[in-house]
């Protein structure tokens, strides 16, 4: 198999995507939705009335901001606040804010894979917030932690929001909480957000919204393997398919196939497709409380406290290592 392009990304992007539509059960990774046309689909996604998690947890951060600040002091200062795909930043705005005003000694290291993302908080959140200190790093999650320990020995305050947790398998989850602790030391906090089982109704209207914003964003990854990597999907003999299984807490999308077809991708042997066959495409994974404290003890941390919203949808937890 010989990948299209030379430079690194592509030819992971490109190994990936042919891996998964070579398997038994086609399957793409949902990683790679947010390219530029994904980023705004998702944007619109956070903004449509069916999904509530963005809802969910802006609330928290702006009803219970003082509350989660003191949680967040309270380990001692000073300390390193470092945002796992910080994004905009527009939530754990209000948080660097009431930090600032009762003047704790912290320095916010926003993590994420992009480096525009990165130029962006470093330029843009010193002038917002007068006086924050602010190293952004641009990378891998766990490799840019592992540089953050290099940088200051000040105690670890770790957020990951926004229900992230949720686009791997609960295995993968487990493996990621025991990584996160393997990286911090006794005494480091973090904040997760996870997004709690609730009306099954709800949760499937979330991820087969109304003005077919989802379906896009799931057709737009085949957009940009066309594009990106010369394949010939036709995009309107797919059908999007969301589900949800409220035993399980599995919420899954799939793209699923209107006729047979054949796909080509340079370098690689024709991939077919039966009618009705299907590519998964994403997971949203939904929690119980008791599973979330189960994550917690199996990875050697400690649950202090959590902070839901009104409804109790959502919850941003806190364990200490
Ligand atoms: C980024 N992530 C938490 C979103 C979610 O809810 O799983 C991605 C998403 N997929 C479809 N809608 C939103």
Redesign the pocket.
């Given at each position: 198999m010989k990948p299209p392009r030379t430079d690194s990304f592509k030819t992971q992007f490109y190994e990936d995507v042919v891996a998964g539509l070579r398997a038994s059960t086609k399957h793409l990774d949902a990683k790679y939705f947010y390219d530029a046309e994904g980023d705004k689909l998702?944007q619109q996604?956070m903004n449509c009335k069916e999904?509530y998690?963005t809802n969910c947890e802006m609330e928290i951060f702006t009803h219970q901001t003082k509350a989660i600040a003191d949680v967040v002091i309270s380990g001692g200062q000073p300390f390193d606040l470092i945002e796992l795909g910080a994004g905009d930043a527009t939530k754990s705005i209000h948080l660097l804010k009431n930090l600032l005003a009762q003047k704790a000694d912290f320095t916010y290291l926003p993590i994420d894979i992009s480096g525009h993302v990165i130029a962006m908080l470093n330029a843009t959140l010193p002038v917002t917030l007068p006086g924050l200190k602010i190293q952004g790093l641009q990378g891998e999650y766990f490799q840019m932690l592992k540089k953050a320990a290099t940088l200051s020995n000040h105690r670890k305050v770790v957020l990951f929001m926004?229900?992230?947790i949720?686009?791997m398998p609960v295995k993968d989850a487990q493996a990621f909480c025991e990584e996160l602790r393997y990286h911090l030391n006794p005494g480091d906090m973090v904040l997760i957000g996870f997004d709690l089982k609730k009306n099954p109704e709800t949760i499937l209207a979330a991820?087969n919204d109304s003005q077919g914003i989802?379906k896009a964003?799931n057709l737009n990854l085949l957009t940009r393997i066309n594009r990106e990597l010369g394949a010939d999907f036709n995009v309107d003999q797919f059908h999007h398919y969301a589900t949800y299984d409220p035993e399980t807490g599995a919420c899954k999308s799939y793209l699923v196939s209107l006729k047979q077809q054949d796909i080509h991708l340079p370098d690689t042997e024709v991939i077919r497709f039966d009618k009705d066959e299907y590519i998964w495409m994403?997971i949203?994974q939904k929690y119980t409380r008791e599973q979330i404290a189960g994550f917690a003890k199996r990875s050697g941390f400690r649950s202090v406290t959590d902070f839901s919203d009104s409804k109790d949808w959502f919850v941003d937890t806190v364990w200490v290592a």
């Open positions: 998702f996604i999904y998690l926004g229900a992230n949720g686009n991820y989802t964003f994403e949203s």
